[in-house]
């Protein structure tokens, strides 16, 4: 896939062509699908009594990486171009601070930190879910203006949440992300590694200044095997070295 081909296949550029610009209420229904799904595993685990490490994990990963980057964004892209009351954004930004603090007690929980049973889990994750959907109702609420509704962090330069898919995966192509913001969210994904996974990147352009710029930020902290040279297609493995 070209670059071009890439650039008109961004999420934001196919609602363009429909003649509709992105939305929050769809940019938070795409959230909320995918939080509840990664929440339904949990709970289904917890139903039968079992403590469901990997399923948490994968929530509590999804929640830091798309739900809290999607605060940041809200706050930074949106907040600062509302015309509001204080107070009206002031409630909302508080309903942040409980998101995070929401999201913390689960992440202790999936670190082993916490003394949660599997029933006090269920009741904090469906809590937090009850929560969220109300807090991104009244987010959209607030925003909008003149009777129409918010536009997407998306439209405005913020993170796309489809490509957390595209990203976590051992295999990452980055011919399926756009240009410069997908060179950075395969590089923020390689330097998020755990020690001694494994990652193999694909693309159509050389990955040299890729592993070149992964190692310059930790010398010696990664393992890198070139599977593919060119000429038309480069794979790089990348394995995050245990800390010595």
């Not at 998101?99 to 269920?122: F, T």
């Not at 992300?177 to 950075?184: A, E, N, Q, S, V």
Request: proline share 7%; charged share 25%; with cysteine.
């Amino acid at each position: 896939m070209d670059a071009h081909t890439r650039e008109m296949n961004r999420p934001e550029r196919l609602n363009e062509s429909a003649g509709a610009a992105p939305t929050l209420a769809a940019e938070h229904e795409q959230l909320m699908t995918e939080v509840s799904s990664r929440a339904g595993v949990v709970l289904s685990e917890t139903e039968q009594g079992r403590w469901p490490i990997l399923a948490l994990r994968e929530l509590v990963d999804y929640l830091h990486l798309e739900v809290l980057q999607q605060v940041v964004d809200e706050e930074w892209l949106l907040f600062r171009s509302a015309y509001h009351a204080p107070e009206e954004l002031a409630g909302l930004r508080r309903d942040h601070l409980e998101l995070r603090l929401a999201i913390d007690l689960l992440a202790q929980a999936a670190a082993g930190g916490g003394e949660l049973s599997p029933q006090q889990l269920a009741v904090t994750t469906q809590d937090l879910l009850a929560r969220l959907k109300e807090h991104l109702a009244a987010e959209e609420k607030v925003l909008a203006t003149a009777g129409e509704p918010p536009r997407a962090t998306t439209s405005l330069g913020g993170h796309p949440h489809e490509w957390y898919e595209l990203t976590q995966g051992p295999v990452i192509d980055l011919d399926a992300l756009p240009g410069g913001p997908g060179f950075d969210a395969v590089l923020d994904r390689l330097v998020r590694m755990k020690p001694g996974e494994t990652v193999e990147v694909r693309a159509g352009i050389d990955l040299g200044p890729m592993w070149q710029q992964l190692c310059r930020a930790d010398p010696g902290g990664y393992g890198i095997a070139l599977l593919q040279n060119g000429p038309t297609r480069w794979r790089v493995e990348v394995t995050c070295r245990p800390a010595t």
